[in-house]
């Protein structure tokens, strides 16, 4: 009963900059923590970020850190992932998720975003 759409992916240079949104509908009161996560080719899904909606206690992968910054705006019901400084292994497809505290696992997920770095 959550839907998920991300948007903001595209092609950069190495050193340049992105911002993805994630916005979500049909949120209930049990999902409060949402992330991001991307698969490159030949490579496992790989979860980068993640924030708690409830206090904004923030995650990131050491692949990311320092780089990339998640944020939310409640009011919207959307998540962030400003991406900085980007290197061409940040090329993947970049989904975003909530976690279901009910189901016990990131339940709701978008259909990705490409972003390409070169």
């Known amino acids: 009963h959550v839907q998920l759409v991300e948007s903001g992916g595209g092609s950069v240079q190495a050193g340049g900059s992105l911002r993805l949104s994630c916005a979500a509908s049909?949120?209930?009161?049990?999902?409060?923590?949402a992330g991001w996560f991307r698969q490159a080719p030949g490579k496992e899904r790989e979860g980068i970020a993640a924030?708690?909606?409830?206090?904004?206690?923030?995650y990131y992968a050491d692949s990311v850190k320092g780089r990339f910054t998640i944020s939310q705006d409640s009011a919207k019901n959307t998540v962030y992932l400003q991406m900085n400084s980007l290197k061409s292994e940040d090329t993947a497809l970049y989904y975003c998720?909530?976690?279901?505290?009910?189901?016990?696992?990131?339940?709701?997920w978008g259909r990705g975003t490409q972003v390409t770095v070169s």
């Open positions: 998720a909530t976690y279901s505290f009910r189901m016990s696992r990131f339940a709701y």
């Open positions: 049909g949120h209930d009161y049990n999902v409060n923590l």
């Open positions: 924030i708690y909606s409830r206090d904004g206690i923030t």
